[in-house]
């Protein structure tokens, strides 16, 4: 099944950085797009960046260009999320999926546990 272990997440204060993992166990990922998300309390899931299975230029949610930066290593089957100048709106459950879609991740049930992170003085 196509779905990872998210790690990373944790309390930081605004303006720090988290770099979140995103491991896969199962599969290659070097044949899929991959992406994250997240999901605050309340709120729709969102995605935030993604990585290309073609190594193309990854694409950003408008709220987080220019901080997060998405990267991939397929020898390590693991994806990284480095976040950068973070913003107590940042403050959410953080999931990858095998997929830059949130709706196919949801038709297929590719969300993991997901990772916390919570951005508070």
């Known amino acids: 099944q196509l779905q990872f272990v998210e790690s990373g997440g944790g309390l930081v204060q605004p303006g720090g950085s988290l770099r979140l993992t995103c491991a896969a166990s199962k599969f290659a990922l070097d044949y899929y797009s991959i992406g994250w998300f997240r999901q605050a309390p309340g709120k729709q899931r969102e995605a935030v960046a993604c990585?290309?299975?073609?190594?193309?230029?990854?694409d950003y949610g408008d709220s987080v260009k220019g901080r997060f930066t998405i990267s991939r290593d397929n020898a390590k089957n693991t994806v990284y999320l480095q976040m950068n100048s973070l913003k107590p709106e940042d403050t959410a459950m953080y999931y990858c999926a095998a997929t830059c879609d949130t709706n196919i991740a949801d038709a297929y049930g590719y969300w993991g546990q997901g990772t916390q992170v919570t951005v508070a003085s």
């Open positions: 990585t290309k299975k073609s190594d193309s230029s990854p």
